[in-house]
């Protein structure tokens, strides 16, 4: 199968792009080519460099590779969405955008973004979805024409270009430029044997995802033809809390300290998330499961121990003096945790 990945280069492109290629498919990717440093990806991929609100002007360079499937890795806004399909009917068999979980209400009342009572329960892929159009403007500017709703809604609604979704959850592993885990395992380098977190925080479930297990989902997406006109969500069987997620990271790290939940009061402002923590964002994952036969191609400790050895060696550029270790050890003392 020829597939085309618009993106590619930086967090979970590069394992699809490699996934795809074990399975011995035909590979090109579209991007700017400005990802800072090498990246190692397998020989034979066809790379076709170019501005993505740009995408129309190259069509022929995308006729000429003929790709079955387009996999879209970052559709961010409604106009995202027209371009993408827009340039590919007629070029592609199918379109798989991949989406996130924020398009679900529970999200928006996560964030404080909507209104109403706290959602019980795991989300399924027929689970309301967000109201409020553009939810982020106003909030972050950068990201103000975000809006993954409208994003599958023009996906999904097109008339002769078949597509389907990937809803993805928090993802973690080797690439991650956000570095989800590298706070709590500088806590843990530094020696620390107390990790503090607000209660609400420390009891909240956010759903996670290990990137190649992730990329194994989105890959079963592209090349399965049952998946197409299909929207599936994808993560861990397992949804942990905050503080159960750092315990993970401690067992694999062998750290033997402990993670302490503390009383917002008892807590100064940093270390209080500004989150609606009764509000969990679990995923019932069982249609991917039952309708591609998707299962994790890795443990959870193994996903945990990879994650760990690239955010060791490769840190954040500029790493951050991340928590006040002076007021902690206050409020320890204080608490008579010390």
Same mark, same amino acid.
């Given at each position: 199968?020829?597939?085309?990945?618009?993106?590619?280069?930086?967090?979970?492109?590069?394992?699809?792009?490699?996934?795809?290629?074990?399975?011995?498919?035909?590979?090109?990717?579209?991007?700017?080519?400005?990802?800072?440093?090498?990246?190692?990806?397998?020989?034979?991929?066809?790379?076709?460099?170019?501005?993505?609100?740009?995408?129309?002007?190259?069509?022929?360079a995308f006729c000429s590779f003929a790709p079955d499937v387009v996999i879209d890795l970052f559709p961010y806004t409604e106009a995202d969405a027209h371009l993408l399909m827009e340039t590919?009917?007629?070029?592609?068999?199918?379109?798989?955008?991949?989406?996130?979980?924020?398009?679900?209400?529970?999200?928006?009342?996560?964030?404080?973004?909507?209104?109403?009572?706290?959602?019980?329960?795991?989300?399924?892929?027929?689970?309301?979805?967000?109201?409020?159009?553009?939810?982020?403007?106003?909030?972050?500017?950068?990201?103000? /024409?975000?809006? +993954?709703?409208?994003? =599958?809604?023009?996906?999904?609604?097109?008339? !002769?270009?078949?597509?389907?979704?990937? %809803?993805?959850?928090?993802v973690y592993g080797p690439g991650d430029y956000q570095h989800r885990p590298y706070p709590y395992l500088q806590q843990m380098r530094d020696g620390r044997q107390t990790i503090l977190l607000?209660?609400?925080?420390?009891?909240?479930?956010?759903?996670?995802?290990?990137?190649?297990?992730?990329?194994?989902?989105?890959?079963?997406?592209?090349?399965?033809?049952?998946?197409?006109?299909?929207?599936?969500?994808?993560?861990?069987?397992?949804?942990?809390?905050?503080?159960?997620?750092?315990?993970?990271?401690?067992?694999?790290?062998?750290?033997?300290?402990?993670?302490?939940?503390?009383?917002?009061?008892?807590?100064?402002?940093?270390?209080?998330?500004?989150?609606?923590?009764?509000?969990?964002?679990?995923? /019932?994952?069982? +249609?991917?499961?039952? =309708?591609?036969?998707?299962?994790?191609?890795? !443990?959870?400790?193994?996903?945990?121990? %990879?994650?760990?050895?690239?955010?060791?060696?490769?840190?954040?550029?500029?790493?951050?003096?991340?928590?006040?270790?002076?007021?902690?050890?206050?409020?320890?003392?204080?608490?008579?945790?010390?």
């Amino acid at each position: 199968m020829k597939i085309l990945l618009l993106g590619g280069t930086r967090f979970i492109g590069p394992h699809a792009v490699r996934r795809l290629a074990e399975g011995g498919h035909e590979i090109a990717i579209f991007n700017r080519g400005l990802t800072p440093g090498a990246v190692s990806l397998p020989k034979g991929i066809v790379s076709i460099t170019g501005d993505r609100v740009k995408l129309g002007e190259y069509r022929e360079a995308f006729c000429s590779f003929a790709p079955d499937v387009v996999i879209d890795l970052f559709p961010y806004t409604e106009a995202d969405a027209h371009l993408l399909m827009e340039t590919f009917q007629n070029i592609a068999g199918r379109v798989v955008a991949i989406s996130s979980v924020d398009v679900y209400r529970a999200f928006g009342r996560l964030n404080g973004i909507e209104t109403g009572p706290i959602e019980e329960g795991p989300l399924t892929e027929e689970s309301p979805l967000c109201e409020k159009r553009y939810p982020f403007r106003g909030i972050r500017e950068e990201r103000g /024409d975000y809006d +993954k709703v409208l994003v =599958e809604q023009i996906v999904m609604g097109h008339e !002769s270009l078949p597509g389907t979704i990937v %809803r993805l959850p928090m993802v973690y592993g080797p690439g991650d430029y956000q570095h989800r885990p590298y706070p709590y395992l500088q806590q843990m380098r530094d020696g620390r044997q107390t990790i503090l977190l607000e209660e609400g925080f420390a009891s909240w479930r956010w759903a996670r995802g290990y990137v190649e297990d992730m990329v194994e989902a989105i890959c079963l997406a592209a090349t399965d033809e049952r998946a197409k006109g299909q929207i599936y969500h994808v993560g861990e069987i397992d949804c942990l809390s905050m503080q159960e997620w750092i315990e993970r990271i401690g067992t694999v790290m062998g750290w033997q300290g402990k993670v302490v939940s503390v009383s917002a009061t008892d807590l100064p402002a940093h270390l209080v998330p500004k989150l609606e923590s009764r509000q969990h964002i679990q995923l /019932d994952t069982g +249609k991917i499961r039952r =309708e591609l036969g998707y299962k994790e191609r890795f !443990s959870a400790v193994e996903a945990m121990r %990879r994650t760990i050895e690239w955010e060791l060696a490769n840190p954040p550029e500029d790493v951050l003096q991340l928590v006040n270790y002076t007021e902690e050890d206050e409020i320890i003392a204080k608490l008579g945790m010390g």
